[in-house]
């Protein structure tokens, strides 16, 4: 579906429950995946998500297609409130990343292929750290936000062409990091 889709649905949304269930379905895996990708807690993922799609059904009789996109217009909300919460938790708190075993995973995915799946995004997450900010944004949008160049370069501020060119750069410092893992 095209922007302008979403956008419409969007200033339905803020009168019409189906719309907003629309909204909702399509974007809550983007949203949680780019917030997950940030936090790398399921527990704060889930409550900055929560919060990120409140937010959105508080303000979206204020919403103005005209100024951006309906996704732009959300995953700024969403950044905002990973800003939120990181200011709120204890900075000289280190996170610590949850574990990647999943007993309530299907019985066709054996322990084995889990623990396999577990060290390669460990390595991923390893390797996500040792990008600067920016780096980082620009991944998490593209790849768990589900995120085009335009979007992303709205986001965050940037030049579609900077965030081309940073994204290509990006890609290749993360694959040389992964070959020293």
Do not use: C
């Not at 949203?31 to 959105?56: E, G, H, P, Q, W």
């Not at 396999?116 to 998490?140: H, M, Q, V, W």
């Amino acid at each position: 579906m095209s922007d302008n889709y979403y956008n419409t649905l969007a200033k339905r949304a803020a009168t019409d429950e189906e719309a907003f269930e629309e909204l909702y379905e399509y974007f809550f895996p983007r949203v949680y995946n780019f917030i997950f990708a940030r936090l790398k807690n399921s527990a704060d993922a889930d409550d900055v998500t929560s919060i990120t799609f409140m937010k959105m059904n508080e303000n979206l009789d204020s919403y103005n297609p005209d100024r951006a996109a309906f996704s732009t217009w959300l995953f700024r909300i969403a950044n905002n409130a990973i800003i939120d919460h990181t200011r709120r938790i204890d900075r000289n708190q280190e996170s610590e990343w949850e574990d990647f075993f999943d007993p309530a995973a299907p019985e066709y995915d054996e322990p084995e292929r889990q623990i396999i799946t577990s060290e390669t995004n460990r390595g991923l997450l390893e390797a996500l750290d040792k990008l600067n900010e920016r780096e980082r944004r620009i991944i998490e949008l593209r790849y768990w936000g589900e995120q085009d160049t335009r979007t992303i370069a709205e986001v965050l501020s940037m030049s579609e062409s900077n965030v081309r060119v940073t994204l290509h750069r990006t890609l290749g410092k993360l694959k040389n990091i992964l070959g020293e893992l």
